[in-house]
């Protein structure tokens, strides 16, 4: 039943470069949100989108949401060493009358100093 | 600070000997949810509580078990943890909005291992 998929499955770039993951998923949304999770580590909340937003920013990052396309993307800007993680979609059904979110497969990106 | 704990970080068991994992909010966050996350995968609901009410996965295998003594406190227990059950635990919460865009709030897991 899981209903991100994301891709690059790994991302290794040089620090002060920008980083782009992106996320598929199946069915109609209320909202997308991104995690980061650091190795052994529980995730973080990053950023929320709403299925009626097209872009959202927060910092150094950027998210976009296509959904026609059931896709979003995001842009972690001038990377650093300290953002070497992996990264998760993690989607909210319209339909669904419970609280669940479906996570994606998640990108692993490597930041090298 | 608020925060989701979870004991212990890592718990190393026998196969078929049950285990329990714990975790702690002090969010007073309504949902509470138990994952499990294997190795370079995404994280995986088992089930999660809304207050007292319990939302099984379908795909949960019924050797897992949970329970939800009060807001607080939430348990996952394994019967007979077999070597396939190796994994890190994630609990996580979340407090219900009328939006439907409310964020969870994760613990640091539990690493579990099977012998």
């Known amino acids: 039943s899981q209903q991100g998929e994301e891709d690059p499955q790994a991302l290794s770039i040089q620090e002060g470069e920008n980083a782009t993951m992106n996320c598929s998923y199946k069915t109609s949304i209320n909202n997308l949100q991104w995690y980061r999770q650091n190795s052994g580590r529980g995730l973080v909340h990053l950023i929320l989108?709403?299925?009626?937003?097209r872009e959202k920013h927060s910092g150094r990052l950027r998210v976009t949401l296509d959904t026609s396309k059931k896709s979003s993307s995001l842009l972690i800007t001038a990377s650093r060493a300290a953002d070497t993680a992996s990264y998760f979609c993690a989607t909210r059904g319209v339909t669904s009358g419970t609280y669940k979110y479906i996570f994606g497969t998640g990108t692993r990106l490597k930041v090298l100093a | 600070d608020a925060m989701v704990i979870q004991n212990p970080r890592y718990q190393v068991t026998q196969f078929g000997k049950p285990v329990t994992l714990s975790c702690s909010q002090t969010?007073?966050?309504?949902?509470m949810y138990w994952y499990q996350q294997k190795s370079s995968q995404a994280p995986k609901l088992l089930f999660h509580y809304y207050d007292k009410d319990f939302n099984n996965e379908a795909d949960t295998p019924d050797n897992f078990q949970s329970r939800r003594p009060n807001t607080s406190f939430c348990f996952l227990d394994i019967r007979s943890p077999g070597l396939g059950d190796a994994a890190m635990y994630l609990c996580?919460?979340?407090?219900?909005?009328?939006?439907?865009?409310?964020?969870?709030?994760f613990g640091p897991g539990t690493r579990l291992t099977v012998l």
């Open positions: 969010l007073n966050h309504n949902v």
């Open positions: 989108i709403r299925s009626n937003e």
């Open positions: 996580a919460t979340s407090k219900r909005t009328g939006s439907r865009t409310d964020t969870q709030y």
